[in-house]
């Protein structure tokens, strides 16, 4: 070989071994980048056309993808999508994923390390890929009476099983098709997309999980419980009930709802929760203290996101108060805020002998021939109360039922136990209505809490046990009634 033509190989080998160098480095170093960067839309196409495993509630799928016959090749569907959409989320081209399409997007789309097996089989077989499937622990049945009972009310609501934590229901209202937004047509789904994002009745907000409030009444059951476990009362003990109470250190009073006595000057601790007379609860917050109140709320899961799934927040009970602020707070006024899923935890402790579990979203993980790839095993949270203190909680919490503000929630047959509350911490705005409850009373099944944002009706009207109530009632008799 003469030496031009050597010096020519020589350079031909370099730019092949730079070439090769290159590729190697982009597919070991800078695949995930790429794969991620949003301008690639072929590997978003390549998403995008994936045979995704189901979403499952029960035996009714929530969420499945079918042939399209068109490039992307598979359309995500949801079958029922305003009812189940806080729980699915969407997924879409051009908006990503949210809810369970997101948190488990990886077992869904077949990517997830735990299929690499299967993906192994199918590439040898040359079937194309498929995602796993999700079982949630959703009952459509107390779904869909939620879905209805709330009507056109704009709130949320949320169910437990108290003996394990697994949520039987979410909805918030209003909601979203995720259809729409997981359209083929990428025009048309991204309109529908700005159509919800800039719906000035929050669609795409989950209220059950996402948000918190203002929980007024129904934070008088945490206040009571502190009161049974730090101060040693009973439900027959006698409290404070004046018909006014001067917050420490003001010159305002706090009145009982529409300035009505309570009872008398002097009522049981039964009583007290029956009318929800906010003196009484002010004054016991105020003998519990500040730190004994939060460090109950905060065994009860204040304090800490739950559902990490969909990306629960966090609850609040204030970090400092002043003894007014402390009193506001011990009625679930001031600056405690609570999600409805939280307020359903509360009611699910007391239910389950005040045992708190850890709330979940999904019991399986299956790979497309069913093998369970992985299964929540249901865990203690906490232990806020005592289990006689968190019986005889129970029992005032029926009394409420059948003698005070929660009637609207009773069931022939079935002793329910509830809590009402009306939360007016903002006179800008008109009072959230809230309810929350257990069933039956002798061996819970279900906790439940409803929060009804707004019923377009009138600042006078609104009441937790008018409002709230029968949407419980109307979900407890979907799990519980014969």
Known sequence: MNKPIRRVAILVMALFALLFANGTYLMVFQQSSLNANPLNRRARDEDFA???????????????????GDRFKYQRVYPHGKIYAPVTGYFSYDHATTGLENSYNTQLAGTDDSLFVRRMVDLVTNQPPQGASIQTTINPDVQKAAYDALGNQ??????????????LAMVSKPSFDPNKIASHDVDAANKAYGNAINDPGNPMSNRAAREIYPPGSTFKLVTASAALQDEGLNPDSMVDSPNRLLLPDTSTYLYNENRE??????????????????????????KVGADNLREEATKYGFGSRHLSDIGGAASVFPDQVDQAQLALSSIGQYDVAASPLQMAMVSAAIANDGVLMDPYLVSTVRSPDLQVLSRTKPQELDRPLSADNAA??????????????????????????????????????????????????????????????DADIPREDIAGGALAAPVAKAMIEAAVKR
């Open 261 to 286: 006595s309570c009872g008398g000057a002097r009522i049981t601790l039964t009583h007290a929760l029956d009318v929800s007379c906010n003196t009484a609860f002010a004054q016991l917050g105020l």
């Open 392 to 453: 005889e909680l129970k029992q005032m919490m029926v009394s409420v039922v059948q003698n005070g503000t929660g009637r609207a929630a009773q069931i022939p047959g079935i002793g329910v136990g509830g809590k009402t509350g009306t939360a007016q911490s903002d006179p800008k705005r008109k009072p959230y209505a809230w309810f929350t409850a257990l069933a039956p009373a002798d061996d819970p099944q279900i906790a439940v809490a409803v929060f009804v944002e």
């Open 154 to 167: 704009k709130g949320a609501a949320v169910a437990i099983d108290p003996k394990t934590g697994a949520v």
């Open 50 to 68: 994936q045979n995704r495993g189901s979403i499952l509630a029960g035996d009714t799928p929530i969420a499945y993808s079918k042939p399209s």
